[in-house]
């Protein structure tokens, strides 16, 4: 089946460790996103890509890092240089001159 | 900041319509109208979108005010697997969508 796939479902980190989320599609969409949701709050985009080696800082990039080294991989760095990463992440993708985003299930994040 | 505002929280019975208000006053005449609804700790889902015309598809219709300044998402029957929080979302471009908190809709048996 196609769609967008984001593991684990929980991660459990120490604070001060750095943390890798993957996301993976297959819909050959070019476009993928990253966005952070905290309790009772709308979605805030992280980065995008949309274009494989190219990708831009959304409205909350700080202490967070990507990379898009192939196109069906978005993975997310959590560094511990953000003050406060415990949130649920969520991924997207998209086709480039579309307007619909594709989500993947999320990946919820816990520092300890 | 999300171009879009809706109530925080509204019930239903089920099996009845559940409209959900949106008001988007300062949209532009090319940018879209769109719906998502998230079901606790999952990703958004898509609903409908549109631009001018009323909408419908096989989950909801979508009216759109003349002018644009609101839209009311309708959810024909709704059903207790309906009880989301639903974001109504003002883009132009794919990369520059931004989600207000939306409106918790509940559904009651």
């Known amino acids: 089946d196609g769609g967008i796939t984001q593991s684990p479902k929980y991660l459990f980190r120490k604070e001060g460790q750095n943390v890798t989320l993957s996301c993976e599609q297959n819909?050959?969409?070019?476009?993928m996103y990253w966005y952070r949701q905290d309790p009772g709050q709308g979605l805030r985009l992280i980065y995008y890509s949309q274009i494989v080696n190219d990708f831009q800082k959304g409205d909350i990039a700080e202490g967070y890092s990507v990379s898009r080294e192939k196109k069906e991989s978005f993975p997310l760095t959590v560094t511990s240089a953000q003050k406060n990463p415990t949130a649920f992440y969520l991924c997207?993708?998209?086709?480039?001159?579309?307007?619909?985003?594709?989500f993947g299930p999320g990946t919820r994040l816990t520092v300890l | 900041d999300a171009k879009t505002t809706q109530p925080t929280s509204m019930d239903c019975a089920e099996g009845r319509a559940a409209n959900l208000p949106c008001n988007h006053s300062?949209?532009?005449?090319?940018?879209?109208v769109y719906w998502y609804r998230q079901i606790h700790s999952q990703g958004p889902q898509y609903i409908i979108h549109?631009?001018?015309n009323n909408e419908t598809n096989e989950m909801a219709s979508l009216i759109i005010t003349e002018d644009r300044k609101s839209s009311t998402l309708i959810l024909p029957h709704a059903t207790l697997r309906d009880t989301a929080v639903y974001y109504c979302?003002?883009?132009?471009?794919?990369?520059?969508?931004?989600f207000g908190k939306g409106t918790r809709l509940h559904i009651l048996p």
């Open positions: 997207a993708s998209s086709q480039v001159a579309a307007n619909e985003q594709f």
């Open positions: 979302i003002v883009i132009l471009r794919v990369d520059k969508i931004i």
């Open positions: 300062t949209i532009s005449g090319n940018e879209y």
């Open positions: 819909l050959n969409h070019d476009a």
């Open positions: 549109g631009l001018k």
